[in-house]
Structures are given as C-alpha cells and as structure tokens.
C-alpha cells in the first residue's frame, strides 16, 4: 500500500519559513517523480514544484520561483519543500504527489499517488 505523509506546515509569519516534508512509503521512491501542489480555499489545486528521481530536472511555478527549493532524499523515502519569503498568498493546503508516467508534470492528473496535504497559513 502505497503512503505519501507529509508534514512541517503551520503558521508563520510575512517574510518567515518554513520547511515541508513528504515521507513515502510502498513504492521504489527512487523511480517516481514527485511534485508539490497546493490548494487554497476556493481554488483549484495548482502546481507548485517538481523534481525527477535524481534531482537532474526540477520545475518551479513562476509564483515560487527563488522563494522555495525542492530536494529530495532517496535514501530516506523522503522529498522536501523549502519555503522562504513566504507571503500571505502562499496561504493553502500543501500536498505532495508521485508520478511515474513520462507525462508532464503540472497537471494533477498525471500524477498516481498523493498524500494527505499539510496546512500552511502565512499571517501579514
């Protein structure tokens, strides 16, 4: 059976950071790519980052670009999200996503598993 669990959100402030973390389990992690998504109340879920299974290809949303850094670690199952210089409008419920198809990375549909989200909640 196949888990994503992700973790580290919370409320931080305009300007603060945070660092989330999605922990797999039940598959070859290694051979999946996995992405960050996001959903805030009232939109629809948008793509966030990317990153391949060496960390070779990696893919931001213009909107984080230079604030958030995806990483990975295949040893630990484990894929991260660095946020930095969060904004209020960064405010939304973080999920983490593996894929193993060749398709894009930016639609929610390509993606086979997801976990259960993380709530992050920027104050200004």
């Known amino acids: 059976q196949v888990q994503l669990v992700a973790s580290g959100g919370g409320l931080v402030q305009a300007g603060g950071s945070l660092r989330l973390s999605c922990a797999a389990s039940?598959?070859?992690?290694?051979?999946?790519?996995m992405g960050w998504f996001r959903q805030a109340p009232g939109k629809e879920r948008e793509f966030v980052a990317a990153i391949n299974w060496n960390g070779g290809a990696i893919k931001y949303a213009d909107a984080v670009k230079g604030r958030f850094t995806v990483s990975r670690d295949n040893a630990k199952n484990t894929v991260y999200l660095q946020m930095n210089n969060l904004k209020p409008e960064d405010t939304a419920v973080y999920f983490c996503?593996?894929?193993?198809?060749?398709?894009?990375?930016?639609?929610?549909?390509?993606?086979?598993?997801w976990g259960q989200g993380t709530q992050v909640t920027v104050s200004s």
């Open positions: 039940g598959l070859t992690f290694s051979t999946y790519v």
């Open positions: 996503a593996a894929k193993e198809n060749r398709f894009g990375v930016l639609s929610t549909n390509n993606y086979n598993y």
